[in-house]
């Protein structure tokens, strides 16, 4: 099982700032689980990308019309929990690569807490809230 775009492209993409976010699933959504701004929640996607791993990797999904996007479950870093404010740790990343006219751009559908169990290369994943 290996995703269709290179994690290091996408992270490289992100760390760079070409990047979007879906309406519902993700800029909506986000702020009311990421304490701040919308700038905030872009500084939050951009740290959760850089941790992203090959074993969050979870599948590859296939929607509207040949649209590919992989998804990615992971566990926040204490460090990142604490950094952002979040009560959740288990987070859902389903996202597409883009051609953009100067490069890739990388367009997140969904960025949200994980709402239940997933399969990943790394072994499953539980949502998962943050002790107090």
Not at 17 to 25: M, P, T, Y
Not at 47 to 62: G, R, Y
Not at 70 to 96: H, P
Request: some cysteine; proline content about 2%.
């Amino acid at each position: 099982m290996a995703a269709k775009f290179r994690l290091d492209e996408v992270k490289a993409a992100v760390r760079a700032g070409s990047f979007e976010l879906g309406c519902a699933r993700a800029s909506v959504k986000l702020s009311e689980w990421v304490n701040g701004t919308y700038s905030d929640c872009l500084r939050f996607v951009q740290a959760l990308t850089e941790e992203l791993t090959e074993s969050d990797f979870a599948e590859t999904l296939v929607l509207r019309e040949d649209e590919v996007f992989d998804v990615y479950a992971r566990r926040a870093s204490n460090a990142l929990i604490r950094q952002f404010g979040l009560v959740v740790a288990a987070w859902y990343v389903k996202l597409t690569v883009w051609k953009g006219q100067y490069g890739d751009v990388v367009f997140f559908l969904s960025v949200h807490p994980l709402e239940r169990a997933i399969d990943r290369v790394g072994g499953t994943l539980k949502p998962e809230e943050v002790d107090e």
